[in-house]
Nanobody, 121 residues
Framework: VQLQASGGGLVQAGASLTLTCTST????????MGWFRQGPGKEREFVAA????????YYSDSAKGRFTISRDNAKNTVYLQMNSLKPEDTAVYYC???????????????WGQGTQVTVSS
């Protein structure tokens, strides 16, 4: 399984970005997807997760109200819509695939290569 994340970039505070993660998994619709991020000098942290049947969606406190995770099983793709971006959102964002929409990175089996998001003040 390969995950390809894209959509990162350099934006000003208050702007929006949509990250996209496309999977080669033939069983994509059977797996949960998550987004994590790792800022400079920080550990990787949970951002959002969505179950395969979309009934369960979870966000970190920092993402609630600003970020929206969604998926299109027909396209093997998961999205992270990020609004009202802040400088502290600057990080490499990773998508991941696993059996459960967990907040713990070790619960995911496959990871994308990451896409850089930089938010200037």
């Amino acid at each position: 399984v390969q995950l390809q994340a894209s959509g990162g970039g350099l934006v000003q505070a208050g702007a929006s970005l949509t990250l996209t993660c496309t999977s080669t998994d033939d069983s994509f619709r059977d797996h949960s997807m998550g987004w994590f991020r790792q800022g400079p000098g920080k550990e990787r942290e949970f951002v959002a997760a969505i179950s395969w049947y979309v009934e369960n969606i979870y966000y970190s406190d920092s993402a609630k109200g600003r970020f929206t995770i969604s998926r299109d099983n027909a396209k093997n793709t998961v999205y992270l819509q990020m609004n009202s971006l802040k400088p502290e959102d600057t990080a490499v964002y990773y998508c991941a695939s696993g059996d459960l929409p967990a907040e713990t990175s070790r619960m995911y089996d496959y990871w994308g290569q990451g896409t850089q998001v930089t938010v200037s003040s």
